[in-house]
């Protein structure tokens, strides 16, 4: 997805003894790779559907429809400001260029800091 080159530059500047954690919503050949070249004794959670999600995790979801997905940003931007402004909110993009377009976005929005990666 193009994070391979970000990421070698993060790993490189990193302190060598560190805590390395890798979020992602899929698991492809590109994730294998990512983790291959960033983490040691990598141990993988994964959400699993049909098991209850920790008490303090709380997922949204909010479904659009017809001419409503072309407003997907600013329903995520309002739902962010309502509900997620005290706390820490992952949100998962198709691309790295989406996450780019957000943090700004959330800035903009005088959200709290958004991280890209």
Do not use: W
């Amino acid at each position: 997805m193009g994070f391979k080159e970000e990421v070698a530059e993060i790993v490189r500047l990193a302190p060598k003894k560190r805590q390395t954690m890798l979020f992602s919503a899929t698991f492809s050949e590109q994730v294998r790779d990512l983790m291959a070249l960033s983490l040691k004794q990598p141990v993988r959670l994964a959400a699993d559907a049909a098991a209850a999600a920790p008490k303090s995790l709380v997922q949204e979801v909010v479904r659009l429809k017809g001419s409503q997905v072309s407003q997907k940003e600013a329903v995520l931007l309002a739902l962010c400001a309502r509900s997620f402004s005290q706390g820490r909110t992952i949100v998962f993009t198709a691309t790295k260029q989406k996450a780019h377009r957000l943090k700004i976005l959330f800035g903009l929005c005088k959200l709290p800091p958004a991280g890209v990666g």
